[in-house]
């Protein structure tokens, strides 16, 4: 058995669990931040069987988009003065980030 382990946009997330139930899969669905941007994101658990994951990584890439998002750090000025000066940044999130783990036991009791 597997532990798929999924992080995903916001955006993709109704859609993504829409599609693991009508799909027989049981999932799990956490509120999560990504800890360059900062914002919300989504994270998924499911549990599955090892022959399921091919199937299931494939509903995933399906299912979420590749996003380009604009991302402002601020760069301090050099100097005494305390200034700071914005810049943006484009960095692409997902489709999905998945992990898959080995689960060494399951239980329901
Ligand atoms: P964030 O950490 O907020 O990252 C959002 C996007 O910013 C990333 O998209 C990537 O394009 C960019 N990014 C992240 N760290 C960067 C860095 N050090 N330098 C330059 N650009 C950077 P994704 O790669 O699609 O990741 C989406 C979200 O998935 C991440 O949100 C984070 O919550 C999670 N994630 C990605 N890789 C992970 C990993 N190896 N371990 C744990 N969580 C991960």
Same mark, same amino acid.
């Given at each position: 058995m597997k532990l798929v382990v999924c992080i995903v946009t916001d955006k993709d997330a109704h859609n993504l669990l829409e599609? @693991?139930?009508k799909e027989?899969?049981?999932a799990t669905k956490l509120a999560s931040t990504g800890g360059f941007l900062k914002e919300g994101n989504t994270t998924m658990l !499911?549990?599955?069987e090892?022959?399921?994951?091919?199937? @299931?990584v494939e509903i995933i890439g399906e299912t979420c988009e590749v996003?380009?998002?604009l991302?402002?750090?601020i760069s301090p000025l050099p100097g005494p003065a305390e200034a700071y000066i914005p810049y943006s940044v484009e960095v692409?999130?997902?489709g999905a !980030?998945?992990?898959? @783990?080995d689960v060494e036991k399951y239980f329901k009791v």
């Open positions: 599609q @693991l139930v027989g899969y049981r !499911i549990g599955v090892d022959e399921q994951v091919d199937n @299931l996003r380009k998002q991302f402002t750090p692409s999130v997902g !980030i998945v992990f898959v @783990l």
